[in-house]
């Protein structure tokens, strides 16, 4: 473990480590941003996945979300979207390998030795984060795009290891759009049926738990139709009675910009269940 | 004058424009937040200046200022910091060149024929703003650090031109240190006198117009002692009894993570001036 960046921010620190991750067999990075409140005891944690493209950096540096969880006492733990490395496969196309790890188990060559990126961010990494900073083992999971995906799969396929979760523009039926099918395919191989554990409409519908979802989804998104598809989402919850808020905002589009302008009232929604967790 | 990015932000707009600069000879980008207040009438208008190395992104993407503009009704914008393009004079130092125009009219060659960001930033992009966009002409400015020295230096130089002005981790006496040593030499010549016209402590005590500074500079940054120099700026502003509040916050650094935890306070600071200033 090395701390490769820290920053005072909002009254709480924002930092940046770099470790090596046995289930990914790479070294990682991750953000952490420990509130104020963290120096006088252990806070709950919210942890972020990022989308395509993404490193830890884009929601450390854009999303603004510091700002409510240094209010609410957070700590906010944004990982690396995929292995990196030389050792680590690696693909030309954005949507594929590095910075596209999809947030699954691979077990199809040449991925199946890296790309754990599941473990990786629902075991490992808070297993580490809580061996190293004060916070306690109250959890709250929430992403954009694929790690919108990331997120809603991380929470419905683990009952009780976090006690929210929330997506922005997620990638909700990942084995019916484009990007799904062609990043489950390379890294879970041609059988369709395996691909059900990795999709969070299909996971509704044998939900043990009915922890609710908050989603939200920008009108102006350019990858709303093709790819995000959160209309099979609220079917999927429809049909299986699972609690779901959907705010569909007009006009916001898939970037930054529309994280950061809602961004409050999700911290805000952990919070408040993280909250209920407390002795 | 072409619009290159468009995007709903904390329900207004956050846009980036790219136009043909008459006075710098290239072309230029610069960020213009637009909050939902201006879809009923014109609003007052912050001008941020960045720092070396930047360009407009830095401060759209980073600071998220547009959270308190949207509040206080204020539209943001953000230039870009020196002349770009093949046409103008680059070095390969950072702090000389692209990305560190350091706000003055160049006089010295190969700077003279492109290098003037302060009438850029004082005078043709405001007309242009103001002919374009749904803001009076009611001004504040604000910057870091490189962009710190320019709006105190731009408010001090045009009375009346600015109803407010701040600075995050200004360069307060750039005759005096090594940045603005380098900088001004070359923008401007050996002539140390002739640089007094670009210096804030300099300036102040000719200082036409009492309107208050308002400088936050973090305890921790690292340019602090060698490059910053408040402490010249308060005995300026003591010696001639301007107005100035000079927050220092202990542990912060020169980042955007500094500017983020306080940005706040400064919209809010140049949105009580403008609003005195309307109608």
């Keep these: 473990m090395e701390r490769i960046e820290s920053h005072a921010c909002f009254g709480g620190r924002q930092e940046v480590w770099r470790h090596a ?3 990914l067999g790479c070294d990682m990075r991750f953000g952490v941003f420990l509130p104020p409140q963290a120096e006088a005891g252990p806070v709950p944690t919210l942890y972020w996945l990022s989308g395509l493209t993404c490193t830890e950096q884009n929601f450390v540096t854009k999303a603004g979300a510091q700002r409510a969880a240094a209010r609410h006492g957070l700590a906010l733990v944004a ?3 995929s292995p990196r490395g030389e050792a680590a496969a690696d ?5 594929l390998g590095q910075g596209a790890g999809f947030y699954v188990n691979a077990v199809a060559a040449p991925w199946a030795a890296h790309y754990r990126m599941h473990d990786y961010v629902t075991a490992e990494l808070p297993a580490l984060v809580e061996a190293t900073f004060p916070v306690t083992a109250s959890r709250g999971v929430a992403g954009h795009s694929m790690g919108g995906h990331g997120a809603l799969v991380a929470a419905l396929r683990h009952p009780g290891r976090y006690r929210s979760v929330s997506a922005f523009a997620p990638i909700c039926a990942p084995s019916r759009v484009p990007w799904g099918e062609k990043a489950f395919a390379a890294y879970l191989g041609p059988d369709r049926d395996a691909w059900k554990a990795w999709d969070a409409c299909e996971l509704i519908a044998g939900a043990r738990e009915r922890l609710p979802l908050l989603v939200d989804q920008g009108g102006a998104d350019e990858f709303l139709d093709a790819q995000l598809r959160p209309d099979l989402l609220e079917a999927a919850c429809a049909a299986a009675g699972h609690p779901l808020v959907l705010n569909r905002r007009a006009g916001y589009d898939h970037s930054y910009y529309f994280i950061a ?7 805000a929604h952990h919070a408040a269940a993280l909250a209920e967790d407390r002795p």
């Design 79 to 81: 990982p690396d979207t």
């Design 91 to 95: 693909d030309p196309a954005y949507d």
């Design 261 to 267: 302008s809602f961004i409050d009232d999700h911290v």
């Design 21 to 23: 991750s046995a289930v």
